[in-house]
């Protein structure tokens, strides 16, 4: 195996997720919809309440629309780590999975370019999210634009090594819908996408602070945040990429014919 051959292979499966997304023109609009509504209605309902909070580390005043909208960056990386658990189940149905596990390259390597190219997707529509944004007076300095790229992608291979990580146990398409309420919601709703963790330990709701703490879409909320302020979170940084390795690692071996095997012998005993 050369670099020549993996760079083949991570072209024409970028490529081909590209393609489909291109001819699925409602998919970014479906995928926009849903964070500008929390950004136009539910935070405008919370203004009130919250005001203008000194959020740390940041040292300044900032409103609940821009502290919610890396929270709503989160949102989209993981609805869209989800979406490609969906595709790998339906190419598994389809038979288009088992062509591609057949190709002369390691798995790890087949299932990687798999999850770069949906980060690639998810990471454009989270540019596109930040462009709406604008228009709701939510903005951010140029520099933070790029600051974040890294910290979009680290974060959507981590979403998209867990939601690969659950394909291997969603064996039916049917079943996706059971996994987004038992998955997305709960790491979304306990985390700090909608608000600060010091509010939360404040509020006296400690048992969710300490779930929040240990949900690891947390960091990958702190980690976009402190990048759109041209900072860096190296305690976020740190979990997200440990994060991403193990879910990736239990990915492969639950992708592997002979754990695969073992787990089917299991279940029959």
């Not at 740390?56 to 609940?64: A, L, R, V």
């Not at 007076?137 to 890294?150: C, H, N, Q, R």
Request: charged residues 10%; aromatic residues 14%; positive net charge.
């Amino acid at each position: 195996m050369g670099l020549v051959h993996v760079a083949r292979a991570m072209k024409a499966v970028t490529m081909r997720e590209l393609v489909r997304f291109s001819r699925q023109r409602g998919r970014l609009f479906s995928a926009l919809v849903r964070p500008l509504l929390w950004l136009a209605v539910f935070a405008a309902g919370f203004q009130n309440v919250f005001g203008v909070s000194i959020i740390p580390p940041y040292k300044t005043y900032i409103t609940y629309q821009t502290y919610i909208v890396p929270g709503l960056i989160g949102i989209v990386l993981l609805f869209h780590g989800m979406q490609s658990s969906l595709s790998m189940v339906y190419d598994r149905e389809m038979g288009v999975m088992r062509l591609l596990l057949t190709a002369p390259l390691p798995r790890w390597v087949l299932l990687f370019c798999k999850l770069l190219a949906g980060t690639v997707l998810s990471v454009i529509t989270c540019y596109a999210f930040l462009a709406v944004a604008a228009f709701f007076d939510v903005t951010f300095e140029p520099l933070g634009w790029l600051a974040v790229l890294p910290a979009l992608i680290v974060s959507g291979l981590m979403l998209g090594a867990l939601g690969l990580l659950l394909s291997v146990y969603i064996r039916q398409v049917e079943n996706f819908a059971g996994t987004m309420n038992f998955v997305i919601f709960p790491m979304f709703f306990i985390s700090s996408a909608l608000y600060p963790l010091w509010k939360l330990r404040e509020g006296g709701a400690e048992i969710v602070y300490l779930l929040a703490v240990a949900n690891p879409f947390t960091y990958a909320v702190e980690l976009c945040r402190f990048a759109l302020y041209g900072m860096f979170n190296a305690t976020a940084a740190a979990v997200v990429v440990a994060s991403g390795i193990v879910f990736f690692v239990a990915a492969v071996w639950g992708y592997d014919p002979q754990s695969g095997m073992i787990r089917r012998t299991r279940g029959r005993a």
